[in-house]
């Protein structure tokens, strides 16, 4: 006689439970979906002088984002970390470069950022960002950045290290006084694609979320062009993607008067 609510409360819990992982699993989705151009750093290398140390350094690489590696500088030593992408897609050199790392100790310290090449570090230094931000381009070959601190005491929390992949396009050809589509071959949805002659982005609504973009009409001359990546429209740029459009002249009329 106990038996039906029993049954009852059960089908109850096993709906919720499905409920809840169906949830989690379209939650999940849209998430890989949005992020679905992101490329994290997957490797790291150490170094420390001194007393210093770097621990639990493979937080910074391990896909886990809320968690880190710590840099430790001591008694006027040093300490600094590689995160670097050894994966099949490499940042091109108008790439920026997003990383998570914050500071709570500082106390006659330096701290900065510099882009690597097989480990090797290349370009300019950066002035150190407590946070999650943007560093601009160099326009360098890079596969890695390198995260530095030393002095008396201090310390970085490196949480990971990302950039965007450049959108696919190759060139085309049209015929004078039309339009160029051009096909994104990496297309994914939560993306905006934007289009720049030079350093001018074209109007704003040539902008695309879809696998293909279409510049002007009436064409009549050669453009190179460049086409951008976004996340969410406006957030965190990809390199830029040269593209060149070649502009022919239609073919002429035949003659086919009679004689």
Known sequence: MFQKPYKKNVAIAVAIYTSVFVLLCVCTLSINTLYAQRVYANAQQTGVTGLSSVTFPGRAVDGDFTNFSSLNSVVVGSAWQNLQFTGTN???????????????????????????????????????????????????????????????????????AFFI???????????????????????????????????????????????????TANLTSTKNYHVVALENVTNHPSGRTPVTVTVNLNPSTPNTSLQ
């Open 90 to 160: 490499k940042p091109i050199a108008s790439t920026p470069l997003i990383i998570k790392a914050t500071t709570s100790l500082a106390l006659f310290t330096s701290m900065k950022v510099q882009l690597t090449n097989a480990t090797a570090l290349v370009g300019s230094e950066y002035a150190f960002l407590n946070g999650e931000y943007t560093y601009a381009p160099q326009n360098i070959s890079y596969d890695g950045v390198r995260l530095y601190i030393g002095g008396v005491a201090g310390s970085i929390s490196a949480y990971f």
């Open 165 to 215: 992949v450049a959108p696919q396009i190759n060139n085309v050809s049209i015929c004078t006084g039309n339009p160029a589509v051009l096909t994104i071959q990496n297309y994914q949805a939560g993306y905006t694609y934007k289009l720049y002659e030079g350093a001018t982005e074209i109007a704003a609504s040539l902008n695309t979320t879809t696998h293909t973009l279409t510049t």
